[in-house]
């Protein structure tokens, strides 16, 4: 498998790499809601939507919400897209081409911040987590699902903490230093997802 298909899925081959993605985290789309445990009248930030099953389920079990989102690749954008659109929710978001470290919105924006197996994506996920409090409200949350990258993390994989082996602890310790509060953790097969919570100002 090419290291840019987990990373930027493109074309057919990243449509049917993006379903099978989608097939195998079911598990952890479920685990990820109850974590993120949505209000009606949120406003959500997905980084990586990929398919948009995520966001999918997410604005299916709730009323008002709205779902933001970026993700690398024009395949799944508007794979996402056309699957939203047909479900009538095209006023409820805004996703968009873009990355985690340059996030497209006004400061104080989104109840909370999603990322579900693209955290080990992220180049820089010191100037991400800058970029993503920038536009979170002051009691806003991140949610995180890993895949368990502890003992066999590629080389290849940008994020220096994905590769670390210790990727939550080294996770915990960085929403730590910017200002949350870590208040789940929870498995979902081979992930693991963190829940952290933000300190008002």
Do not use: C
Not at 31 to 39: F, I, R
Not at 57 to 82: C, H, K, R, W, Y
Not at 96 to 124: E, K, V, Y
Request: charged residues 25%; glycine residues 8%.
């Amino acid at each position: 498998m090419s290291n840019q298909l987990p990373q930027s899925p493109a074309g057919f081959t990243g449509k049917l790499f993006g379903k099978l993605m989608e097939w195998t985290n079911a598990d952890a789309y479920q685990k990820v809601l109850q974590a993120l445990a949505p209000s009606d009248n949120e406003r959500f930030l997905e980084i990586g939507f990929g398919t948009g099953r995520f966001a999918e389920i997410l604005l299916s079990v709730t009323t008002g919400t709205f779902v933001g989102g970026v993700d690398p690749t024009e395949t799944m954008v508007q794979t996402a897209l056309n699957r939203l659109i047909k479900k009538g929710w095209e006023n409820r978001i805004d996703i968009r081409q873009g990355t985690d470290d340059s996030l497209p919105w006004s400061d104080n924006r989104f109840d909370a911040a999603i990322a579900i197996h693209s955290f080990q994506f992220w180049s820089d996920p010191h100037k991400s987590i800058v970029e993503i409090n920038r536009i979170l409200k002051p009691q806003g949350r991140i949610i995180i699902a890993f895949r368990d990258h502890s003992t066999r993390a590629p080389d290849w994989l940008p994020n220096p903490i994905s590769r670390s082996g210790r990727e939550i602890d080294a996770t915990i310790s960085l929403l730590t230093k910017h200002g949350y509060q870590t208040t789940e953790r929870i498995a979902a097969g081979s992930s693991r997802i963190i829940r952290a919570d933000r300190s008002a100002k």
